[in-house]
């Protein structure tokens, strides 16, 4: 490492990044960046750019019905905040599951969705709270900002739709009725600690006795979290039924795209993939 | 009192004894606070650090290694390949060399070496050394080894089987004809890595004459001189080894690994001492593992349930290259012959080279896949004769002062306790099922919870408001929640979460009766605070009772012409004691057991007592940490040379006071007299009084103990130990029958220790060797395909966590081993040696599907109960 910067605000961030010496990198937390470079799986960035101490990227707001969390906020503070464990407990309850303690302490949102594996935990939920994502960078000296959907942020493993010199800030997500339920959970090859093998999330509303505003999403089956549009359609705007259970699980099994890695084969990601969600909308109809 | 019991003379019964207390290691201060220097804290003046080159090719020729460009970078200070270096052949097969010379045979095999100013430069210069190999062909099976026409990997061994380990005793035929019922298994196991906390190093220092200083963290210092001393080319008298605290052993540090001598070669070559230390990532590629193996196992019964014969039939592969761990043979036989009585026993063991890593001993040498494999066809036997599969055992365990069919002779035995404690404590009789498969009960007598859970597990703020708020109903376990976000807790639910399914909160009652003779401890542990969502409905979760014993040496293994301990032991004038013991420290507690037979012998308090035990200078000779020896045959040694100063401080004591040795005692840095418990004259006083009156003596003795025990035959009988060891362990599991994960609830842990001598030392070794064991049976698997590690972190090699643990309880059978310190037996392996044998039961008598494989991964156990159909 040859520089390391402390900016303090967004723009002072971006503007190290044009003309920082060598190769760059963002750090946040550090919890996937540090392990990778130790072991050697990547060479250190020779200029180093810490987010942490950029006030407007810490903490977690509501904006017109909106929660809007700073991509730098840590998993414990998501998993302990307030606002949402009140109004987006799915998120909270994922960012909890993650790791252990420490790690939670300094790992940060943004740098689990950054780092845009397909396992990141927070992924999932948020594509169930259709979360949108808000991306800064310098143009002519000046912020500029735009958003993506969730659904849109993520390319591929370890890809995203950040431009080069591009900061995440904010990550938004609406409010929902309570007449909305959102479960997510991921399955590990140990009880504690598990990094996911599957992760599955389903969110829906059945207070009219139809299936309404439904979300699935898939983690660790696909080169990157996935919405699970085919399953949603099987169960859209139909009562939950036998019939339409079976339906979606087959079609989650098929539009998911699992590999077999030394976590587990491809068709056990797939056989958890049903089972999961499965239990899910057996445990949605029968509350 | 079980007649095994042998009574010590209670002479000092009035005394408060220190055997059986509860004593913190030693160094816990220094290990809890962080001011230990362990090797890494080692900073000697002028210092280079060391680092290596592996191969990174399973098997190849290396044509050419070209160090120009490593030697040009500033601050490398020697670059080190094989014709640099003398080459000594080494190890236990003799295969091994310190750098390779012509052939690698797995992928880390060590090639070149750098030492340098800093840790950053040597890695550096590592990277710029330049190797080409031309590819041999792979052997990556013993199956694909002992093939005709296989690769010869060492030229010296033509058949690629460089060790066969045979034994007997009985007549097999004569076994199967007697039989009424017999099973017949191959049992698939795999390697296991230590995962030492401290990953392995050393330093090698030289002095002006010559003479070599190691820091080193080998289990065994004495036979380390000797070895190394050859390989080196420094004479064992110019070698001093010093160990600073060692980060865990498990077996790892047993043997001579390359990086030993290389670090050594290191130092010479730059006239510097050189630090040599192993990244987490290298301490998976490039130290040993547990031996992989396939055991082909026939065994019967009679219809009474009297085992008749047991054929064994082990193929294991040994890697590229040879260490200790190519002996486990050598102790799985004992396991075969001798954890019950079988008339009819056969052992045949081929020791296969491969292109994989290789592997060493580990805590239990061979002994937990032994006991896998033989527990598990002991309960498939039962079931096919319709026996209770603990009555079986029953019938078929040693009683006290029996000789086992192998020659090894049971001063006590406490197996026949053990298996009833343990499933007395377990619930036996009520949680098993009578037919494996056939639940009797489903598990949660609660109703599973429906959607959705509660708040995010963890000891956030609770928030206030909630949607979708649902009544609870009556009938819903407390320890979920009905809505989002809501933690609504009663104040004696614990705060971990359930996940999903409120599952039935299950606490042991505490035993209304308690035998006299066991000591008893438990264990409770809060449920994991992980939520357990993608557990299922109650339908498709099965429980199930299963349990295994085990076997061990508790006395020492007589494998040198010594299996001895030395001790001396000095007094100086204001009664602080120095134990110097040959005994090492591995983390396992010999420090405080030691200190405490010294300490009650000579009725002083613990902390007057100060051991050294690190230093081949100034400690007598010992064999080594391994076979579980130490507290029975190093607090033996100590025992005798405290006996022999306590004798010499009530002789000069009775001479003072003109009393007779017998009236007099000591306690608590007093002279005493024995019948009032009255003191009469201080301690020190009497030290004084030997050095600076008449006789100037200093109270100073020393011992060498050698145990009961004697070498092998030539057909391996004889009673190698001092003692032996027994255990059964009862593991309670859940099994999903949809994912395939097994939980496990309980383990109830009945040990015949001979007798407690720490109980908080002893409760630690229980509690690691549950973790470690379910470990090996559920999680640890170092993943090797084509001759390479898939899993070198702790990100995918999964360990158990402190938070996976189940609930424990624990019994200890005091048997009091005649041979044994106040009546102890060794312990260390024990306790990680039936786990996994336990758990698989479990599995077993839950979905009556038998699996011979571990790890008991949840998609190898789906896998198995898709293809049984359950
Ligand atoms: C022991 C251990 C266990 C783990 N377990 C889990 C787990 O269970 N589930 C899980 O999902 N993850 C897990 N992780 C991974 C990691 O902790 C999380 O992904 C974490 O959220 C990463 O956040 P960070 O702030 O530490 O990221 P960093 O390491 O700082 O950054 C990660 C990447 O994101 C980029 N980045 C960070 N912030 C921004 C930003 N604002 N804008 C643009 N780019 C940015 C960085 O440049 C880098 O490429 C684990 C890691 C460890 C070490």
Redesign the interface.
């Known amino acids: 490492m040859l520089a390391y910067h402390r900016p303090t605000t967004t723009e002072e961030a971006l503007a190290l990044l044009p003309n920082a010496t060598g190769t760059v990198s963002l750090y946040a937390g550090g919890t996937d960046l540090l ?1 990778r470079w ?3 799986i990547v060479p250190w960035a020779q200029t180093v750019v810490d987010l942490k101490r950029v006030h407007e990227l810490r903490g977690v707001a509501r904006d017109n019905g909106e929660i809007c969390i700073g991509a730098c906020t840590a998993m ?1 503070d998501i ?4 606002t949402i ?2 109004h987006a ?2 998120l ?2 994922a ?3 993650i790791a252990c303690s420490q790690i939670r302490s300094r790992g940060t949102i943004g740098g689990n969705l950054c780092n845009a594996s397909p396992a990141a935990d927070t992924a999932v939920p948020l594509i169930l709270l259709d979360a949108t994502l808000e991306l800064a960078r310098l143009e002519n000296d000046k912020v500029e900002r735009r958003t993506v959907p969730i659904v849109e942020f993520f390319k591929g493993p370890g890809s995203t739709a950040l431009a080069s010199a591009e900061i995440l800030t904010h990550i938004r997500v609406a409010s ?8 997510w ?3 590990g ?7 996911a093998v599957a992760s599955v999330g389903l969110a829906l509303d059945l207070s009219n006795a139809k299936v309404q505003d439904v979300r699935i999403g898939y983690g660790s089956v696909a080169p990157t979290p996935l919405r699970g549009r085919a399953a949603e359609e099987v169960l859209k705007a139909k009562p939950l039924t036998e019939e339409s259970m079976n339906q979606a699980v087959d079609a989650a099994k098929a539009e998911i795209s699992p590999i077999s890695d ?4 491809e068709s ?1 990601r797939r ?2 993939v049903g ?2 969600l499965r ?2 909308l ?3 109809r ?2 | 009192m079980p007649d095994s019991t042998i009574d010590l003379p209670t002479k000092r019964a009035a005394k408060k004894s220190l055997i059986g207390q509860r004593i913190p290691k030693l160094d816990a201060p220094e290990k809890a606070t962080g001011l230990a220097r362990y090797l890494e804290d080692i900073k000697l003046p002028r210092m280079l650090y060391g680092k290596i080159l592996f191969a990174d090719r399973p098997h190849a020729r290396i044509v050419d290694i070209d160090t120009s460009a490593a030697k040009k970078i500033r601050g490398v200070r020697a670059v080190l390949t094989a014709a640099d270096i003398k080459l000594v052949p080494f190890g236990f097969g003799q295969d091994n060399t310190a750098l390779k010379a012509e052939r690698v045979t797995c992928i880390r095999d060590e090639v070149a070496a750098v030492a340098a100013d800093s840790p950053e430069i040597a890695a550096l210069a590592i990277r710029r050394i330049r190797v080409t190999y031309e590819d041999l062909p792979l052997v990556t099976s013993p199956e694909q080894a002992m093939a005709d026409g296989a690769p010869v990997i060492h030229e010296k061994t033509q058949d690629n089987i460089p060790f066969r380990y045979d034994y007997e005793h009985g007549d097999i035929e004569k076994g199967i004809q007697e039989s009424d019922a017999i099973v017949e298994d191959t049992f698939d196991l795999q390697r296991m890595a230590h995962c030492c906390l401290g990953t392995s190093g050393i330093i090698a220092d030289f002095d002006a004459q010559g003479s070599l200083t190691l820091h080193s963290l080998t289990q065994v210092p004495f036979q380390y001189k000797h070895d190394i001393a050859p390989i080196v080319g420094v004479p064992p008298q110019k070698i001093r080894v010093i160990q600073p605290p060692i980060g865990g052993g498990f077996g790892s540090k047993l043997d001579i690994h390359p990086f030993e001598p290389i670090c050594v070669f290191l130092a010479r070559a730059t006239a510097r001492p050189v630090r040599l230390t192993f990244t987490r990532q290298e301490e998976f590629l490039a130290t040993p593992t547990r031996q992989p193996m396939a055991i082909h196992m026939k065994s019967g019964a009679k219809k009474d349930g009297t085992l008749t014969f047991r054929d064994v039939r082990m193929t294991l592969d040994n890697g590229g290259r040879t260490s200790w761990g190519a002996t486990t043979p050598w102790i799985m036989m004992r396991t075969f012959s001798s954890l019950y009585r079988v008339p009819h026993v056969r052992q045949h063991a081929d020791v296969v080279y491969t292109n994989n890593i290789y592997a060493c001993a580990f805590r239990g040498y061979g002994n937990p896949q032994a006991t896998f494999a033989l527990e598990s066809q002991i309960e498939l036997l039962a079931h096919k004769l319709g026996h209770d599969p603990l009555e079986m055992r029953l019938k078929n365990a040693h009683d006290s002062r029996e000789t086992t069919a192998q020659g090894m002779f049971l001063r006590t035995c406490g197996l026949k306790e053990c298996l009833r404690a343990s499933a007395d404590k377990a619930g036996w009789n009520e949680k098993r099922n009578p037919v494996p498969g056939k639940p009797v009960a489903s598990p949660g007598e609660a109703q599973r919870v429906p959607w959705p859970s509660e708040a995010p597990p963890c000891d956030a703020p609770k928030s206030e408001g909630c949607h979708g708020q649902a009544e609870r109903r009556p009938e819903e376990p407390t320890t979920s929640e009905g809505c989002h976000g809501q933690a609504k807790r009663r104040p004696e639910e614990p705060t971990t979460s359930k996940g999903w399914h409120g599952q039935a909160k299950r606490r042991h009652e505490e035993p209304t009766t308690s035998k006299g003779w066991h000591g008893q401890a438990k264990r409770r542990h809060e449920e994991p605070t992980t939520s357990d969502g993608w557990h299922g409905p109650t339908n498709r979760l099965v429980r199930g009772l299963g349990m295994a014993s085990l076997f061990h040496v508790g006395g020492g293994a007589k494998i040198y012409r010594s299996d001895g301990c030395g001790t001396m032991l000095q007094i100086d004038d204001f009664g602080t004691v120095t134990v110097m013991t040959g005994a090492s420290e591995i983390g396992q507690g010999s420090d405080a057991v030691i200190a405490q037979i010294v300490a009650e012998e000579l009725g002083l308090p613990l902390k007057n007592i100060r051991i050294v035990n690190n230093d081949t200078d100034v400690t007598p000779w010992d064999v080594g940490v391994h076979a579980s020896r130490t507290t029975f045959i190093a607090g033996n040694s100590a025992l005798r040379a405290a006996r022999e100063a306590r004798r010499k401080l009530i002789e000069a004591a009775a001479a003072k006071l003109q009393r007779k040795p017998e009236e007099l005692d000591l306690s608590d840095g007093n002279v005493i007299e024995r019948a009032t418990g009255q003191p009469v004259e201080s301690l020190g006083k009497i030290i004084r009084g030997i050095h600076f009156g008449a006789k100037n003596a200093l109270v100073m003795t020393s011992e060498y103990y050698e145990p009961p025990s004697s070498p092998p035959d030539k057909k391996d009988r004889g009673d190698i130990s001092g003692a032996y060891a027994f255990g059964t362990h009862v593991a309670e599991v859940e099994v999903d029958l949809d994912t395939g994960l097994v939980k496990v609830l309980k383990i109830c842990a009945a040990h015949d220790v001979g007798r407690v001598i720490n109980q908080l030392g002893i409760e630690g070794q229980i509690e690691g060797g549950i973790a470690q064991g379910l470990g090996y049976g559920l999680t640890e698997d170092i993943q090797v395909d084509a001759g390479r590690v898939l899993n070198p972190s702790f990100t995918d090699y999964k360990l158990i966590t402190t938070r996976d643990l189940p609930e424990m309880e624990f019994t200890f059978v005091e048997t009091r081993d005649p041979a044994g310190p106040h009546g102890a037996k060794g312990f260390g392996e024990s306790p990680l040696i039936p786990v996994a044998a336990a758990v698989a039961n479990a599995v077993y008598n839950a979905t009556g599907v038998r699996i011979t494989e571990l790890p008991l991964t949840p998609e190898r156990v789906l896998q198995k109960l898709q293809e049984a159909q359950v």
């Open positions: 392990p130790t072991r050697g414990s998993e302990s905040n307030a464990r009140e407990p799915v909270a309850e960012a909890a599951r929902r009725p309570s007449t909305w339920l959102a479960k959970d991921k399955f090859t140990r009880p504690s600690m598990e990094i030394v976590r587990a084969s056990y056989q958890l089972v999961m239990r899910m057996e445990r949605a029968n509350s």
